[in-house]
């Protein structure tokens, strides 16, 4: 790589002059800084980032780790984020935890390493430990998509108990009596959430909580749905509704019925959560709950950058909890047959 020393080598100044034509140009007389310019522009130049972080004491990198980034609504949650992030002239460093406590460990081990400015997060880790470790790292940080006590730092979430309840009583207002859920693993609280939620529309309704059967699938993608799917149709009896933890399982599961000649929503209704752009495009569009995804990124980026600002010690935590609401497609209008 080409460095300082070898643009002041060429141009035949010294080090400083380089450095204040890059920082401080008016220091410079004209016609030095011209012949600076043109070996840096010869040579390929670029300074050091990481080098100049160390000696400022802060970076212009915000570390953004979710739990799926082959999922469109974390591209989204992503989205809102970099907005936030580009206005403020800082840029946002995209990385994925697959789901995996371990692989988000290291993940903030890298981050602390590289003294990012901040780190947004969607948690894999239910403990707590790997945050509970990041902490003494004293980089500040945002817990997306989960509820955290404000003590502990700022979160942005959406009300999945209330997003699954919607679900749930759309479903019981169309006329079905049995419902299923199809979810990840459960130790993730926004599965947990959405199932505690549609129990609450089942109470409400006057119905016991055996009314809604689990499908629990090892993780929240497509394949987990087709197989929740295969699963469904081995039922008895068979059910006449299906609430998805999310798009992709929903999505999943629509696959499956469809190669098993299973009319949706003339056989089973099925809604979604999340709303992704594909639920509006699948082959019958989908019912979801939609979370306010760009929000939820560019809220949390937004807290992120003034507790790291200029203004960093007015900051006080917050924590913010978005509403979710339902949008209702072809998927799950039909009355259940009978």
């Known amino acids: 790589m080409v460095g300082i020393k070898d643009v002041a080598r060429q141009a035949g100044v010294s080090v400083g002059t380089v450095s204040n034509v890059i920082n401080r140009p008016e220091m410079v007389a004209e016609e030095t ?15 050091s980032e990481s080098a100049r972080h160390l000696r400022a004491g802060r970076s212009r990198i915000i570390a953004l780790l979710v739990l799926d980034m082959t999922n469109p609504f974390f591209a989204d949650v992503a989205t809102g984020a970099e907005r936030a992030a580009r206005e403020q002239g800082l840029g946002v460093m995209l990385c994925n935890s697959a789901q995996s406590p371990a692989e988000e460990a290291d993940y903030l081990s890298l981050f602390a390493e590289q003294r990012v400015r901040g780190v947004l997060i969607i948690p894999a880790d239910t403990s707590g430990r790997n945050l509970a470790d990041f902490r003494r790292h004293g980089i500040p940080y945002v817990v997306v998509d989960r509820v ?29 009596r049995e419902l299923v859920y199809v979810s990840g693993p459960m130790h993730l609280s926004q599965c947990r959430d959405r199932h505690t939620g549609a129990l609450e529309a089942l109470r409400e309704a006057g119905l016991p909580e055996g009314s809604l059967r689990r499908i629990e699938g090892e993780r929240l993608d497509v394949a987990a749905g087709r197989d929740a ?12 509704a299906v609430f998805c933890a999310n798009d992709l399982l929903a999505l999943g599961v629509l696959q499956a019925l469809f190669s098993a000649g299973v009319s949706v929503p003339g056989d089973i209704a099925l809604v979604g959560y ?19 995804a760009v929000r939820m990124g560019q809220t949390a980026a937004d807290l992120l950058i003034e507790e790291t600002g200029e203004d960093a010690e007015r900051h006080r935590h917050q924590r913010i909890v978005l509403r979710p609401e339902l949008v209702v497609r072809d998927s799950s209008i039909s009355s259940p047959q009978h």
């Not at 800084?33 to 300074?47: C, W």
């Not at 081995?234 to 059910?239: N, S, V, Y």
């Open 274 to 292: 999340d709303d992704i752009e594909f639920a509006a495009a699948a082959a019958v569009p989908l019912t979801s709950v939609r979370q306010p």
């Open 148 to 176: 955290v006590p404000s003590a502990e730092g700022c979160s942005v979430s959406v009300d999945d108990i209330t997003g699954g309840a919607l679900a749930a009583r759309h479903l019981l207002a169309q006329g079905h």
């Open 33 to 47: 800084r011209a012949r600076v310019q043109a070996v840096i522009a010869q040579l390929g130049y670029v300074r």
């Open 229 to 240: 799917g295969a699963r469904l149709l081995g039922m008895t009896p068979r059910p006449t």
